[in-house]
């Protein structure tokens, strides 16, 4: 080892030595605040626990008397409840006889007061005076409440008209019948008699049963108040309707007793009958009187239909106050109590409605039913809104009547509709009541009305005639329902065909005959284009055969027995074998002199026997009149022009125009007069 490795090691070694002092130093400083910090906190121990038996005392004498004086508060304010109870009586006592009507809550208030010193004194003294006196105060209140909610619901009840009221069938709102304040205080009453039920039970065993007292108040009131405004709606609505009524079903359908299409009998017309010597008959004043029954029923019908539905608004309304106000298990009782006297008077007057409409049916006046029909719906609509918003159970006994009503209704239109169908069957033996121009038949012009009518109700009738009742919302398919109104409506029709067949044989003359079918079939093919019966028919494929081009068919048949009047004429107009031209210049023999002059003589009487004849007919469609007419100069205006030219310069006589009386324009002119009455 060098001398440099020595020296480099001896100076490695001091510094350690060096450090190696510096940390024994330091560990003996260390050791030293050890020991002056644990001695400094065990004196600090030493004064605490000198200090804790210093304030111990203190605290708990401190506690002790704030023990004390709150006891003392205590048993002051208890001595102040129990000498309020001694003094309650005659403290409360003005203000329970008398004060209710100022603030309900604040008299509320005072009861429970009461309440609670009768239970003090019956846990702690129950043979002291005080509590015989309470109890006569809580008697007294009890009584009072009562009273209060009998007052409220006769001065605060809400004064509702027409204008509160709803027109929705489809959703019937829920009035407030009572003014908001004033329900609110009856609700106070009510939920705190139900709460001290039991106490009062209690302790008046033998007393009222004040929940009981307030339900038959209720009922008593409630029942009066449904009665009256209903009354009085009732009279709101039919002053309005019948001061500016409409026909429910937008046009005025004619009792089928009355007139016909095509008569035109007007006021005005029947002033000129009169006028002209024209008597009315019995038959004509009930058809008038019946006509006057039809819109009473109507008018009566469509108030009938506007009360009904106010009727349910009331009705759902008392349901929802009643479940504010009166307890949870005598609901049901009220509301049954409540509504069931108005339902039976509803219920009477949908009857007698109902009755009078079958009284007109019975005398034939068909019209009748559309009122029922309108009913019909309003009273499902009401009873379908009820019971998918409310849940009410229309088979109990207060709800009852309206189902009965709507049955009585159902059964009532659909023996109208069987009856109808056999009136127009049985009408065809009654063959008296055609008219004498030919014109439509008052039977169809009604017939097909009614038909047209129907449609507009289709999904109503449609469920009748299926014999199935609305049941809530569940209904017929629309399919089956087309199918149902086109099975019907083609019955009547079909029954109309036969009627009007047989109807057609009253009268001597065949064209006349043939007229009155084409009128008739002409009227019908109209009013199925019109309305929709005919793509009913047609989409629902009865019989099969194209409904319009039938009845074309049946009045080009009709059309080609028409054309016999005319056939003498084309006959004397015709040609026959031995006919010869002849010029100006031949001398005719006699005997066809004759001939020619016999060609003119039927023509000119056959024009104007016809003439005289037809000009009393009637063709109301002034589209198909103008079609006959344009169909009778096209076979007589050529042929007889040819004639004229044929014979116009013969010598068949020694004056040619006392046998060629008219021109063609004459003869134009004659056969346009075909049909109007007025030449």
Request: proline residues 3%.
């Amino acid at each position: 080892m060098t001398t440099g490795e020595v020296a480099m090691i001896e100076s490695q070694l001091r510094e350690d030595r060096a450090k190696l002092e510096a940390l024994q130093n330091m560990l003996k400083k260390s050791s030293t605040l050890t020991e002056n910090m644990k001695e400094r906190l065990t004196q600090f121990d030493d004064r605490l626990i000198r200090l804790k038996g210093q304030i111990m005392p203190v605290y708990d004498e401190m506690q002790i008397k704030i023990r004390a004086q709150t006891n003392g508060e205590l048993a002051i304010c208890e001595l102040d409840k129990v000498a309020r109870y001694y003094c309650l009586r005659e403290d409360l006592d003005h203000t329970i006889n008398n004060d209710i009507a100022s603030s309900v809550p604040g008299y509320i208030k005072n009861m429970k007061e009461v309440s609670k010193a009768i239970k003090f004194f019956l846990d702690n003294n129950p043979n002291s005076n005080e509590v015989k006196r309470l109890k006569e105060l809580f008697h007294i209140g009890l009584g009072s409440m009562c009273k209060e909610f009998e007052d409220v619901l006769k001065k605060r009840a809400r004064n509702i008209s027409i204008h509160d009221m709803s027109s929705d069938e489809d959703h019937l709102p829920v009035i407030d019948l009572l003014v908001p304040e004033a329900k609110d205080n009856l609700m106070l009453i009510s939920k705190w008699i139900e709460e001290h039920h039991p106490f009062v039970k209690m302790n008046y065993p033998a007393g009222v049963d004040f929940v009981n007292e307030i339900c038959s108040k209720y009922v008593g009131v409630q029942n009066k108040f449904l009665r009256e405004k209903l009354e009085v709606l009732a009279n709101a609505e039919q002053l309005a309707l019948f001061a500016n009524a409409t026909p429910l079903t937008g046009r005025r359908v004619r009792n089928p007793e009355l007139t016909r299409k095509g008569s035109k009998m007007t006021r005005e017309n029947m002033k000129r009958h009169s006028k002209r010597g024209h008597k009315r008959t019995p038959s004509d004043h009930t058809s008038i009187q019946t006509i006057k029954e039809d819109i009473n029923v109507e008018k009566t019908s469509r108030s009938f239909s506007k009360v009904a539905n106010y009727f349910a608004q009331l009705i759902r309304s008392e349901y929802y106050q009643i479940k504010d106000l009166i307890p949870a298990p005598l609901c049901g009782r009220v509301f049954e109590n409540i509504v069931e006297p108005a339902m039976t008077h509803f219920e009477s007057e949908g009857v007698s409605l109902v009755k009078a409409a079958k009284e007109q049916i019975l005398n034939n006046s068909w019209v009748a039913v559309f009122p029922l029909i309108m009913l019909y719906q309003s009273l499902n609509k009401i009873k379908c809104s009820l019971i998918s918003e409310d849940q009410l159970d229309f088979e109990s006994p207060p709800l009852s009547p309206i189902s009965n009503l709507i049955s009585m209704i159902t059964t009532c239109v659909k023996e109208t509709l069987d009856q109808f169908k056999c009136f127009v069957e049985d009408d065809a033996v009654k063959t008296s009541n055609v008219a004498s121009d030919g014109t439509v038949h008052q039977l169809t012009s009604n017939v097909m009305s009614i038909c047209g009518q129907l449609l507009a109700f289709e999904e109503t009738v449609g469920t009748l005639l299926k014999g199935v009742q609305h049941q809530g919302t569940r209904q017929l398919p629309r399919s089956n329902i087309h199918r149902q109104m086109a099975t019907y409506i083609n019955g009547i029709l079909k029954a109309l065909e036969k009627n009007l067949e047989s109807k057609s044989k009253v009268y001597d003359n065949k064209c006349l005959s043939a007229l009155f079918l084409m009128n008739n079939y002409n009227y019908i093919r109209n009013n199925l284009k019109e309305s929709e019966i005919l793509s009913l028919l047609q989409d629902n494929h009865h019989d099969g055969v194209d409904l319009d081009a039938r009845y074309i068919d049946w009045i080009h048949k009709q059309m080609e027995v028409y054309r016999l009047w005319y056939q003498p004429m084309l006959d004397a107009m015709a040609e026959d074998n031995t006919s010869t031209v002849f010029r100006e210049s031949d001398k005719l023999k006699d005997s066809q002199k004759d001939a020619i002059k016999n060609k003119f003589k039927v023509f000119n009487s056959t024009l104007e026997e016809q003439l005289r004849v037809q000009q009393k007919w009637t063709i109301p469609d002034p589209q198909f009149r103008n079609w006959v007419r344009e169909d009778n100069g096209e076979a007589i205006i050529y042929k007889y022009e040819e004639m004229c030219k044929r014979y116009e310069k013969v010598n068949f006589s020694s004056n040619n125009k006392k046998y060629i009386i008219y021109s063609t324009i004459d003869v134009e002119k004659t056969l346009s007069m075909f049909f109007d009455q007025k030449f």
